[in-house]
């Protein structure tokens, strides 16, 4: 139930100027799906649909490919990606000019680190730019919402409400007063 949809007593009820629903700050901030997904892709599978017995589908895995990375290469991928696709951290006051110095930093980092731990992650030498380019693409929409602060501020219209009162005139029209 949206907070329009309560009404007290006397006929108030507060309207969301935007939605606030947990699950759509999770829509717009939540990195999960996207993280499984890339974790996938690195290990040569994808989310299939499967069946139980009893005919009811849920979600299974099916290898379409060869592994990019061994299961070591695979989590130090995923922690670099999900520290860089924090939730947490989105709400940043990064420069255009800034933003772009900070791309092109964690991309010579993750060039070096996957250079630097070749072996030890079973990378091939033509997987290493698909890789990369591939993280890049994960998260510079992701850390895009940093510049300006822009994402705080939609965020913080999202949680913003309206209040609607009712009153009623002499001759019993109901006139809406709005306040924010």
């Not at 993280?35 to 996938?40: G, P, S, W």
């Not at 070096?112 to 033509?126: A, S």
């Not at 380019?133 to 501020?153: A, H, K």
């Amino acid at each position: 139930m949206t907070s329009s949809e309560v009404n007290n007593s006397e006929g108030n009820y507060t309207e969301p100027l935007g939605y606030v629903d947990p699950k759509v700050m999770e829509l717009r901030l939540g990195t999960d799906p996207f993280l499984k997904k890339f974790e996938l892709y690195l290990k040569g599978s994808e989310l299939i649909t499967v069946y139980d017995n009893e005919g009811r589908p849920g979600l299974g895995t099916r290898k379409i490919g060869t592994p990019l990375l061994n299961d070591v290469g695979i989590q130090s991928v995923m922690r670099v990606i999900s520290n860089l696709a924090n939730p947490q951290v989105v709400q940043g006051n990064l420069t255009e000019e800034s933003y772009g110095f900070y791309l092109a930093e964690v991309r010579q980092s993750l060039a070096r680190n996957m250079m630097n731990n070749k072996q030890k992650y079973g990378l091939e030498g033509k997987t290493y730019t698909e890789i990369i380019d591939n993280i890049m693409l994960f998260i510079i929409p992701y850390i895009s919402r940093l510049i300006g602060g822009l994402d705080r501020d939609s965020i913080s219209k999202t949680f913003k409400s309206q209040e609607v009162i009712n009153t009623q005139s002499k001759r019993g029209i109901s006139i809406p007063f709005v306040g924010k």
